[in-house]
């Protein structure tokens, strides 16, 4: 049990553990789940030995406690044992990180690897049905599902690849729908893509400003900015672009950051903000002439180290 926080030097010990911010990420963890180092590392995107540190912390200062299952230390974080004003202090600290944009990244990686945990029961229960999808994904490979699901789209639309980079989305889609044009401003990328779909006749590659887009008005029945919208200066600009560009109904798909702090990240990148808050970009979406807008963040991959996606959709308002 922690110190009553009448002892001056407990009240400057868990003052000083709280001032720590992946401690204060480890805790809102640890208060509602049990979770091992490696998965910790994993939701943190930190070094085990980062992780360890802070633990060893937080457990001399009696914040966790651990178990062993198997080689595997457990830690969960002692709520019910913490005296009252330790208690306070911590609600209020946890009251003020709700707003945290690096929680919300950790809550979508603590979800996604808590679908993993509950997937690896069912699948010990299912007995020989579990082995199915890593049998079918030996014989025919991953991608069968993803090609299936484009076959869906309308054969007769044309989409707008704006910030089409390197011609990755136009090579998987132009065999599904009548045409595909592609915008970027980097005359390197352009150059890669004009390689990557050589020989497809459906395929056009423009070289333009995506707030100055070089397609006509109404002209197409879809458009994607597909991780494009944090490096454009004026995202306004962009969608409105994009909405002149749609015909009367079209649909505008957008994949891009959730809100995180990692500025080092986005300077390495070179993009011009730190991801959209859903509300944000609803605004932006709207002014621009959108409506039936859906966002919802993805699900991280597995191994992934960048920031977590969101999925943004909207119609051409008529």
Same mark, same amino acid.
Request: glycine share 8%; hydrophobic share 45%; aromatic share 6%.
């Given at each position: 049990m922690i110190k009553s926080a009448a002892?001056?030097?407990?009240?400057?010990?868990?003052?000083?553990?709280?001032?720590?911010?992946?401690?204060?990420?480890?805790?809102?963890?640890?208060?509602?789940?049990?979770l091992?180092?490696?998965?910790?590392?994993?939701?943190l995107q930190l070094p085990q030995s980062t992780v360890s540190r802070h633990l060893k912390v937080l457990s001399d200062q009696g914040w966790v406690n651990s178990s062993r299952q198997g080689t595997t230390h457990i830690y969960r974080m002692l709520l019910d044992e913490l005296d009252v004003p330790t208690r306070r202090l911590w609600l209020l600290a946890r009251e003020q990180t709700e707003s945290w944009v690096t929680t919300r990244q950790d809550e979508l990686r603590l979800s996604r690897r808590l679908r993993e945990k509950q997937q690896a029961a069912a699948a010990f229960f299912a007995g020989a049905a579990g082995q199915w999808d890593k049998l079918r994904s030996e014989l025919y490979g991953r991608q069968f599902g993803r090609t299936a699901m484009l076959a869906l789209l309308p054969r007769d639309i044309v989409v707008?690849?704006?910030?089409? #980079?390197?011609?990755?989305? !136009?090579?998987? %889609?132009?065999?599904?729908? $009548? +045409?595909?044009? #592609?915008?970027?401003?980097? !005359?390197?990328? %352009?150059?890669?893509?004009? $390689? +990557?779909?050589? #020989?497809?006749?459906?395929?056009?590659?423009?070289?333009?400003?995506?707030?100055?887009?070089?397609?006509?008005?109404?002209s197409c029945d879809a458009a994607l900015l597909v991780l494009a919208l944090t490096y454009v200066p004026e995202p306004p600009a962009a969608l409105s672009e994009a909405r002149r560009i749609l015909k009367s109904g079209g649909r505008i798909v957008i994949v891009d950051l959730l809100p995180h702090d990692r500025d080092d990240f986005r300077r390495q990148m070179g993009q011009q903000c730190l991801g959209f808050a859903a509300e944000d970009l609803r605004q932006l979406?709207?002014?621009?002439?959108?409506?039936?807008?859906?966002?919802?963040?993805?699900?991280?991959?597995?191994?992934v180290k960048g920031p977590a996606l969101f999925l943004a959709s909207g119609s051409a308002a008529t």
């Amino acid at each position: 049990m922690i110190k009553s926080a009448a002892q001056p030097e407990a009240l400057l010990g868990w003052m000083a553990c709280l001032a720590d911010p992946t401690r204060l990420r480890l805790l809102r963890l640890l208060e509602r789940h049990e979770l091992g180092v490696v998965e910790l590392c994993d939701v943190l995107q930190l070094p085990q030995s980062t992780v360890s540190r802070h633990l060893k912390v937080l457990s001399d200062q009696g914040w966790v406690n651990s178990s062993r299952q198997g080689t595997t230390h457990i830690y969960r974080m002692l709520l019910d044992e913490l005296d009252v004003p330790t208690r306070r202090l911590w609600l209020l600290a946890r009251e003020q990180t709700e707003s945290w944009v690096t929680t919300r990244q950790d809550e979508l990686r603590l979800s996604r690897r808590l679908r993993e945990k509950q997937q690896a029961a069912a699948a010990f229960f299912a007995g020989a049905a579990g082995q199915w999808d890593k049998l079918r994904s030996e014989l025919y490979g991953r991608q069968f599902g993803r090609t299936a699901m484009l076959a869906l789209l309308p054969r007769d639309i044309v989409v707008a690849d704006l910030g089409c #980079g390197t011609g990755q989305v !136009a090579l998987e %889609l132009a065999p599904f729908v $009548r +045409r595909v044009v #592609g915008v970027d401003s980097s !005359a390197a990328m %352009l150059k890669a893509a004009g $390689r +990557r779909i050589a #020989g497809l006749e459906n395929v056009e590659l423009h070289r333009g400003d995506l707030a100055a887009i070089p397609i006509e008005d109404a002209s197409c029945d879809a458009a994607l900015l597909v991780l494009a919208l944090t490096y454009v200066p004026e995202p306004p600009a962009a969608l409105s672009e994009a909405r002149r560009i749609l015909k009367s109904g079209g649909r505008i798909v957008i994949v891009d950051l959730l809100p995180h702090d990692r500025d080092d990240f986005r300077r390495q990148m070179g993009q011009q903000c730190l991801g959209f808050a859903a509300e944000d970009l609803r605004q932006l979406l709207t002014a621009a002439g959108f409506g039936q807008i859906d966002i919802q963040p993805l699900p991280p991959e597995e191994n992934v180290k960048g920031p977590a996606l969101f999925l943004a959709s909207g119609s051409a308002a008529t």
